[in-house]
């Protein structure tokens, strides 16, 4: 596994940017590839009758490691980009030789969940993202987030495509429950979390540390659900200590 690249997932509603803080430290150790996901950031969304699926995202990751010729990577994400991964695993474990999931879970949307990310996605196709910062900052950063913080997420969440947002609450809320996928994942994983991560909280994360085979967690003192943007340097020393040298 030492010698396998990391592919990090980013989380919803934002796109790679999410990574900023800690691509130039990870990038000096390793070989670190942050896409973009369909319809966030510069990843256009398909032109496609197809319902909104994460199983469709996997195939891009598959298809893009395919492009970068990467028969295998150490794969992970942060929050939705944990469930693609998941997504990802069930679809080509083969092509996956560690795991990174942090601030994510493994089970599936309760119905009243389900209803809500389809609720977010007709409002943002309605009256686009403007209003999304204030409805979700709460539940993605700590209380002690600085304002910098805080504004830096606003831009990333506004900046993304209507469309994009609207795609990804769908497949997420259709998501499928991945702790059996997860069982069978014989690879080293890396767990991290945020202590004040309300969203997938602690107990959230020994869930998946309980089910992987062979897992690791970190737990992030006094940061929210999105620890890259608040804790990035949480984030690299979590991953960096973890991944053979």
């Not at 794969?75 to 991964?85: A, E, F, R």
Request: net charge negative; hydrophobic share 45%.
């Amino acid at each position: 596994m030492k010698d396998l690249p990391l592919v990090l997932l980013h989380a919803f509603p934002v796109d790679a940017r999410l990574w900023d803080g800690v691509r130039a430290p990870l990038g000096e150790r390793l070989r670190l590839i942050t896409p973009d996901q369909r319809g966030l950031g510069r990843s256009p969304l398909p032109d496609t009758d197809r319902e909104p699926d994460l199983d469709d995202a996997a195939r891009d990751v598959v298809a893009l490691l395919d492009r970068l010729e990467l028969d295998q990577v150490v794969l992970g994400g942060c929050s939705m980009g944990g469930y693609l991964t998941m997504a990802v695993l069930r679809l080509a474990p083969e092509r996956v030789g560690g795991l990174v999931f942090i601030d994510t879970k493994a089970t599936a949307d309760t119905p009243e969940a389900a209803r809500a990310r389809h609720d977010v996605a007709a409002r943002v196709e309605a009256e686009g993202a403007g209003w999304m910062p204030e409805a979700v900052t709460p539940g993605l950063l700590s209380v002690k987030a600085p304002p910098e913080v805080s504004e830096r997420l606003r831009e990333l969440i506004t900046s993304q495509p209507p469309s994009g947002i609207a795609w990804a609450a769908r497949a997420m809320a259709t998501r499928p429950d991945s702790l059996e996928t997860l069982r069978s994942a014989d690879v080293p994983a890396l767990v991290v979390v945020g202590e004040e991560d309300g969203l997938t909280p602690l107990e959230a994360a020994n869930t998946l540390v309980e089910t992987l085979p062979d897992a690791t967690l970190v737990v992030l003192p006094e940061v929210g659900h999105l620890t890259p943007l608040e804790d990035p340097a949480g984030v690299v020393e979590a991953i960096l200590g973890w991944y053979p040298a």
